[in-house]
């Protein structure tokens, strides 16, 4: 049976040049990226050079580029990272209420620190309301984090206009920007970002792998202690061969940015006009602008998407009902929650994300095959 991937939110599929620049470091330069001799010297060029296209990629200077082990980890280090680093300064933290787990769970955690968490509401659309952030903000708020664009919905915020907001008031600005890089063209300069999370596996590269970046004059307190790895930041043996998958998977998603949005708009815009023509008592969930170019969620009303997900399985499909680090989760998805939606919209909510490996006849398949499962759910 052929596959039809249209999960690539959840992950992509390493490209092959991007394996060919890993394998060397597997089994010919392996040294210790630590060590002094000349193999660990090779393993190290590798990793900066890496360090490089990463910056290159967001408009960040190369020192400002940090490798942890994913996305999750550099969001827990920005979070816990700046609130340890300025609990004295105060100890109040704003985020929203539609973020990733990795940035929920951490505030959820340092709650129990001391600190207090503002959660900002979300539109029907997904944006944050800049007034409330403005209203929210007290002499104690030390950071705040706003996810570039939802995992789930898509939404792209107000990236600017929360930064400007910030360093108007002193305060450090992160976004977790995991499904953004590669995506969406972001400079973290010119767009005043002080910390921005990405990870390798969402821009064809390896999992286990992303980076962190920090504007330089930041302190932050490291939270994995050992060696002296990441100029003293992340302790632990570098993932030499992940690195430098991340740095070429980088350097490719630069060279082809333009062209990789025209073509994810392409398809998601076909796909959901045939959605239209073809199924009735749909609803699309966030807006059809300022959002993810690869990225369609749509409710299929008196259908229960888990279960549509089984019978699009069963023909090939690979597709979701939301963000794969909740899948297993039973209650309701807190995005589609959070901007109003009732229990049988979020019941039937499916989350079609486009990659570079798609085409126009898979969607093809894909809208058949949705359009004879949901009669069959539905009769």
């Known amino acids: 049976m052929d596959t039809y991937y249209f999960d690539n939110g959840a992950t992509t599929k390493v490209k092959k040049e991007v394996l060919d620049e890993m394998m060397p470091y597997f089994n010919e330069e392996y040294g210790n990226p630590s060590s002094v001799y000349f193999l660990a010297r090779d393993a190290k060029k590798g990793i900066e050079d890496a360090r490089e296209k990463v910056a290159n990629l967001i408009g960040a200077k190369k020192q400002e580029i940090y490798f ?27 985020t929203t209420k539609i973020e990733h787990p990795a940035i929920l769970d951490t505030c959820k955690f340092l709650e129990k620190q001391g600190f207090e968490i503002t959660y900002l509401n979300v539109d029907e659309q997904g944006f944050i309301n800049l007034n409330e952030l403005r209203n929210s903000i007290k002499k104690e708020t030390i950071l705040i984090s706003v996810m570039f664009a939802n995992n789930e919905i898509g939404t792209i915020e107000p990236i600017e206009e929360i930064a400007l907001i910030a360093k108007e008031k002193n305060i450090v600005f992160h976004t977790d920007a995991v499904q953004a890089v590669g995506n969406v063209k972001i400079n973290v300069q010119e767009m005043g970002i002080d910390m921005l999370s990405l990870s390798s596996h969402k821009i064809y590269g390896p ?54 949005i025209q073509n ?31 990225n369609s969620n749509i409710s299929f009303i008196g259908v229960n998407a888990n279960d549509l997900l089984l019978e699009l399985d069963n023909v090939g499909i690979c597709a979701s009902s939301g963000s794969a680090c909740t899948s297993n989760d039973p209650t309701p998805s807190h995005v589609l929650t959070a901007i109003g939606l009732n229990s049988e919209q979020i019941k039937g909510a499916l989350r079609i994300t486009f990659g570079e490996f798609n085409t126009k006849e898979e969607v093809d398949y894909l809208i058949q095959n949705l359009k004879k499962e949901i009669q069959k759910l539905r009769g």
């Open 68 to 94: 942890v082990g994913c996305g999750s980890e550099a969001d827990n280090t920005a979070l816990k990272g700046i609130a340890y680093q300025n609990r004295n300064k105060g100890n109040h933290i704003i």
């Open 207 to 260: 999992k286990g792998v992303g980076a962190l970046y920090v504007r330089e004059g930041i302190e932050f307190e490291k939270f994995i202690n050992g060696g002296h790895q990441e100029r003293n930041k992340r302790a632990g043996t570098e993932n030499t061969a992940g690195i430098v998958g991340l740095g070429k998977a980088a350097e490719l998603a630069k060279l082809n940015l333009e062209t990789h």
């Open 264 to 294: 994810m708009k392409y398809l998601r815009n076909y796909y959901i006009e045939e959605v239209q023509k073809n199924i009735s008592n749909i609803k699309i969930n966030g807006p059809l602008n300022a959002r993810l170019s690869g």
